[in-house]
């Protein structure tokens, strides 16, 4: 039974890279997840197939793709997204996944580090999505911790700071992120040899603070 268990887990796992998620998978599944597939067709049955294949989740393969099925179905599953991201997040994690620290585009990545904030974010989404907004924060914020390169962890935690404590206190944050060492653009050389500059950390939290000061509420 453990053993069949682990089969239905692994071509769980390859029919959710079917769909486009890029988890670690056995090749000589991919023909049986092609034709599962165009079997069910439709996107949510399919991810909902996923959901099924891993049973009852308990290791962190299974509960990583129960969490990461249910957040792609969105706010109907809002609830259980929260419960398998939170006990995903008990775990040691998915031992497969990516683990490994590259550089890219000037920037060191940790994708030990990566994998978890995408739990995190997911968590934090559905939190949010159910008005827990203090709780989506504090995930959001660790989400920005571990991923410190990415402008989107600082904006989303950002947008909570502004439903929780005001529009002011959101640019007031933003601001301070300026002082990130991700802010100043990072030169580098590609794969071709071509010198290259990084500024997306620059823009977008450039981008988002201007976005707030337009829509400040103008003074009487």
Known sequence: MAELKNDNTDLAAALFFELGETVPHRRALEEEAVALKEKIQDREKILLKVIELCGEPHTPEQLYLVEKAYSWLGKKYYEETI????????????????????????????????????????????????????????????????????????????????????????????????????????KYTDSLGRARKNDLFKQLLDAHILKLQENKPSVQ
């Not at 991201?85 to 490994?100: K, Q």
């Not at 999505?129 to 911790?145: K, M, S």
């Not at 005001?166 to 990072?186: I, M, N, T, W």
Request: aromatic share 10%; glycine share 6%.
């Open 83 to 186: 419960r398998c991201a939170g006990e995903y997040l008990h775990t040691s994690g998915w031992g497969s996944l990516p683990n490994h620290i590259r550089e890219e585009d000037g920037i060191t990545i940790n994708y030990a580090a990566a994998q978890r904030a995408s739990v995190l974010r997911d968590l934090a989404k559905a939190q949010e999505g159910l008005g827990r907004l203090e709780a989506a924060l504090f995930n959001f914020t660790e989400a920005y911790r571990l991923e410190p390169y990415s402008a989107m962890n600082a904006i989303k935690t950002a947008d909570l700071v502004a439903k929780l404590h005001g529009r002011e206190e959101a640019l007031e944050f933003l601001k301070q992120q300026r002082q990130s060492q991700y802010y100043d653009p990072v």
